[in-house]
């Protein structure tokens, strides 16, 4: 339903989106993850047919956003992270504005009115200035007029913001419900969100792909390990956590022990393996040691600890691309001032020489500085010209087009 191949986004010397490329199957609830400046929004922008983009291509239900844009915005349903209200509209009235603009009339529009404001639960506002509505009420006349023409795809730029947590529940049920007959995008800051609505994630960072998958294959790829909660409670009402540690950290395979909650008899220790059939040695361990066993499951990784985990191991790697840039440029300028030095020395010592023989040979007129050494350097330095200068300037403008930033390289 969405292909994304390679798009870029340029402002300027700013690079917001670097050659990203996903795609949405039909029916799918998809999260879009990102810090704030990520090229979350640009992204969006972009599949709406609002920002062109710089390069690449994107495709929604079929159609190309620079060749047909036209066909894409009638296929797509967009709330922005600002809902687009005329304050001195009535509800009603901005519904029916907006789904004339969208090709609906008569009957069909009146029966879309009713059906968005039912689900939305803005049917007690319809007759109310949209400027005397609440943030919450606001949001969902927002979310009404994206679906009010029936979209293919559903494009939602924080969807809850500004609503309570009743009103939240009840959002999540009818973009949960529109999945299947809709393809939605849904860009939100609330993880536990997409990990309640989303059957995939896409997480960006700095404008580049940074992972794109379900969040049950995120969790595995994050974890790496096989890791495990095990609850241990003593049978006689006492209970020694060092000696239940140590008993786990002697089974073959357990790489790490550690004591996660410790309350009355009963202790929570998470254990990490490297093999994925340890639950077993860990059970029998802890009941021949004479201990209960009151729970043994997954200690999957939570969404928000994976956001931080890819995120922060995008920005480390940052340094170590800097650092490689400023060594080539390094290796250049060391290189330019070896030959640079080649020819003042031999320059200097061929005035030397010169001055050298005039002496000897009994010579009274002085030697030509201008012709022995100012001439000849000169001379010299504009060969290395021609071949260093466009070597650092052609690497420089080659940094600018792929960073979308112009440095100087040291």
């Known amino acids: ?91 009603a009235e901005y519904l029916s504005f907006v789904g004339k603009l969208k090709g609906l009339s008569g009957a069909e529009l009146s029966k879309r009115i009713d059906y968005v404001c039912e689900r939305c639960a803005i049917a007690d506002v319809k007759k109310k200035l949209l400027g005397r509505l609440s943030k919450g009420y606001r949001q969902r006349v927002g979310l009404a007029q994206a679906i009010i023409h029936n979209p293919d795809v559903l494009i939602l730029d924080e969807p809850t913001a500004g609503l309570d947590p009743k009103q939240i529940n009840e959002t999540r049920d009818l973009i949960r419900g529109l999945a299947g007959d809709h393809t939605i995008i849904l860009s939100t800051h609330i993880l536990p969100e997409v990990e309640q609505t989303c059957q995939q994630v896409i997480i960006i960072n700095k404008g580049k792909l940074v992972a794109t998958d379900t969040v049950q294959n995120l969790q595995s790829r994050a974890r790496g390990a096989e890791s495990v909660l095990v609850e241990v409670a003593g049978r006689n009402g006492n209970l020694n956590s060092a000696s239940v540690q140590h008993r786990l950290e002697q089974i073959a395979g357990v790489s790490r022990v550690s004591l996660k909650e410790s309350r009355d008899s009963r202790n929570i220790f998470e254990i990490e393996s490297q093999k994925n059939f340890v639950r077993g040695d860990l059970a029998r361990a802890v009941v021949e040691s004479g201990w209960d066993l009151n729970e043994l499951r997954s200690a999957a990784m939570s969404l928000e600890q994976i956001f931080l985990q890819l995120t922060r191991e995008e920005a480390a790697s940052e340094p170590e691309k800097l650092a490689a840039k400023g060594a080539i440029a390094y290796l250049l300028l060391t290189m330019f001032a070896v030959i640079f030095g080649f020819f003042f020395w031999n320059s200097l010592g061929y005035f030397v020489i010169r001055t050298m023989e005039a002496q000897m040979s009994g010579q009274t007129f002085p030697v030509n500085l201008n012709e022995y ?15 260093f200068i466009p070597m650092i300037t052609m690497r420089l403008f080659a940094e600018e087009k792929r960073t979308g930033k112009f440095r100087v390289p040291l």
């Open 1 to 91: 339903m969405i292909r994304v191949q390679e798009i870029t986004k340029k402002y300027a010397r700013n690079l917001a989106v670097d050659h990203i490329s996903f795609e949405v199957q039909k029916g799918e609830i998809v999260g879009f993850l990102g810090p704030n400046g990520a090229g979350k929004t640009t992204t969006m922008r972009m599949l709406t047919c609002f920002l062109p983009p710089t390069s690449g291509t994107a495709t929604v239900a079929g159609f190309d956003v620079l060749e047909q844009p036209l066909e894409v915005k009638k296929r797509i349903g967009y709330l922005p992270e600002m809902p687009p209200l005329y304050p001195e509209m009535g509800t």
């Open 373 to 387: 050494i100012i001439r000849p350097l000169l001379s010299n330095v504009s060969v290395i010209g021609l071949f």
